[in-house]
């Protein structure tokens, strides 16, 4: 009943999100994880102190869609379940890999009902599925956010494995946004702005908040296209979705496809003109007022608190 | 360069959407239908290529009821050329999709395939990487730039961390994202002339192709509401009451 697990990684570093969907598989079984990167040697030693994991596998290759789910056949035979992050990797690469192995994929999975019964969200998260997949082989992706990290302090053993992958697409460049804020996915608290912020400097009063609390930010899509905030900062039903213990929610009226994206955070609060918004009346703690005047403030009193993480 | 674009018919999304009381789905009798937003910038792409006389055909596929001609005259009237409608009543699953686009490919033989990036009804974010697997092509998915440069294409993704740029040999695979293009809005005379367009209308079950579900769905329930709170006087207060929360967090 063992279970493969595609590990998620970025910039040379294991993803914090890994232990979480760890965490996730290990309800299914025995976690064998793989490491598919350029330079897998960090990645690897860092995946193997993850609590649960059985042994790590290593493929160097390019990070295309084709070379990593090639390494994932490679090994998928021997594994009833083959896993990976709902994150854009995961998402590029799991249905691929199920219509080679003729098996109908499980994604976004939420919570994890049995050995082949699972919760996904339908709809941007307003409608909730519960199925049973009877396949002999499930092939799924974990929602990383809607799971508890496991914990670290293992040491299982790494095995590098040699596979020639192929890949007709090439890679060519990366556009990465630099920001020194945690990762949205994961982060404890995160701050969002809305369009109402206003410019790419209004984004500057909410990051500056953002450090105050040590919080990760995000924007809207509406936000995001009018240039405000990179595409990488997206919350929502096509963006990232997270699961904070707190989500601070500024200038954002909320469209259906943004509260898709932060169901999962445990309390809400809202700075809003609009005392109508449908954020605001979903929101636990609420501040009618505008954001130009208030989050000033609000980062002179939260210093005064002495919140500085 | 001959492009092959697959279209779905979904509940309009902008549709506040009702889980029926029975856990047996939800509900669509009487809900306003339309194309799925992705689809509509696959379609633009499409037709964007074309205009620029890098498309020489864009025919447009899509899998579903009867009905679901409209979303093919939307694209037709876009200014794809023709249509094909695989009809079926049943709910496939996207494996399903996915073999029934790779029998309609092998009959076009397109030298790109451009479909959304997920629909927003079952928000799977499957098709595209699964016919790219059955077609045995590359894939280039959350498309938010397509450059043709002579056989191959250039592709900038939308990614977790950003954006990158993929070549991808044609034939190919595309999936758009929400920042590949502004979807026109056809001019009433389009419209019309769409009407006059091709399009066959083919039974899905001639395709030879198992069309019966692997999955098992027990229900569809709501989620969790969330219950209103309450509204705070100053900035004081609600500094206040991040601080309660942090506190409680670094407790944990």
Redesign the interface.
């Known amino acids: 009943m063992s279970v493969l697990l595609l590990a998620d990684h ?2 040379g570093e294991l993803s914090p999100a890994t232990a979480r969907l760890v965490a996730a598989a290990s309800q299914l079984g025995p976690v064998d994880l793989l490491v598919v990167a350029e330079n897998p040697d960090n990645i690897a030693a860092a995946a193997a102190q993850i609590a649960g994991v059985r042994i790590v596998q290593v493929v160097k290759a390019a990070e ?3 070379s990593i ?1 090639n390494s994932l056949e490679s090994l998928a035979q021997r594994y009833q379940s083959v896993s990976a992050s709902a ?3 995961g ?10 192995l ?7 999975v939420v919570e994890i009902l049995g050995p082949n ?1 699972f919760t996904r ?15 002999p082989k499930h092939l799924l992706t974990f929602r990383a956010s809607a799971f508890r990290p496991a914990a670290s302090g293992n040491a299982a053993p790494v095995e590098n494995l040699d596979l020639s992958v192929n ?11 630099e920001s020194d804020t945690p990762d949205l ?1 994961t982060a ?2 995160v701050i969002g702005g809305g369009v109402s912020v206003g410019s790419a400097e209004g984004f500057q009063l909410i990051e500056k908040l953002g450090k105050t ?1 040590g919080a990760a930010v995000g924007a809207t ?1 509406a936000a ?2 009018a240039g405000y905030a ?3 900062w997206q919350i929502g ?2 963006g ?1 979705i997270i699961a904070p ?2 989500y ?1 929610a500024i200038g954002i009226s909320g469209a ?2 943004h509260l898709a994206g932060i ?1 999962g955070a445990k ?3 809202a ?1 809003n003109t609009d ?1 109508e918004a449908p954020l ?9 007022g505008d954001l130009f005047e ?1 989050v000033p ?2 980062i002179a ?2 210093e ?2 002495g ?1 500085k ?1 | 360069m001959k492009i092959l674009v697959a279209v779905k018919r979904v509940v309009d999304h902008n549709v506040r959407i009702r889980v029926r009381p029975d856990g047996t789905g939800v509900e669509t009798t009487g809900v306003r239908m339309s194309m799925n937003p992705f689809c509509k910038h696959a379609v633009e792409a499409a037709v964007q290529l074309a205009e620029k006389g890098q498309a020489s055909e864009v025919v447009i596929v899509s899998i579903g009821p009867k009905q679901s001609n409209d979303v093919i005259l939307t694209a037709l009237a876009m200014g794809a050329h023709r249509g094909i409608l695989v009809e079926t009543d049943a709910a496939l699953e996207t494996l399903t999709i996915a073999k029934l686009l790779a029998k309609v490919t092998e009959e076009e033989q397109p030298d790109l395939i451009l479909l959304g990036k997920q629909a927003v009804d079952d928000d799977s974010n499957h098709v595209g990487q699964m016919l790219a697997a059955l077609t045995n092509r590359p894939q280039a998915t959350f498309a938010s730039e397509i450059l043709v440069k002579g056989s191959e294409l250039e592709v900038t993704r939308e990614v977790d961390y950003g954006r990158e740029t993929v070549a991808v040999p044609l034939p190919a695979v595309v999936t758009a994202d929400l920042r590949l293009n502004t979807p026109r809005n056809a001019a009433l005379p389009m419209v019309m002339k769409a009407r006059s367009k091709p399009l066959a209308v083919r039974p899905a079950t001639e395709f030879g192709i198992d069309l019966a579900p692997r999955l098992v769905v027990e229900k569809i329930s709501p989620p969790a509401e969330r219950v209103a709170g309450k509204t705070v006087g100053s900035v004081a207060d609600l500094a206040a009451a991040i601080a309660a929360e942090v506190n409680e967090m670094e407790a944990l």
């Open positions: 970025d910039k295309t869609a084709e789910t994150s854009s990797v998402k590029d690469v799991i249905p691929r890999l199920a219509a080679k003729d098996i109908q994929p499980v994604t976004d019964r969200p339908i709809y941007a998260g307003n409608a909730l599925e519960t199925l049973t997949d009877p396949q890949s007709a697409a090439r890679f060519l460049a990366a556009h990465r946004t996915a404890q608290i609390l899509r995001v296209d990179p595409n990488d039903q096509t990232k213990d707190l601070i259906l496809q169901q309390k809400i609060f700075i005392a605001v009346k979903i929101a636990d703690v609420a501040l009618i208030i403030q609000l009193e939260l005064k608190h919140l993480r």
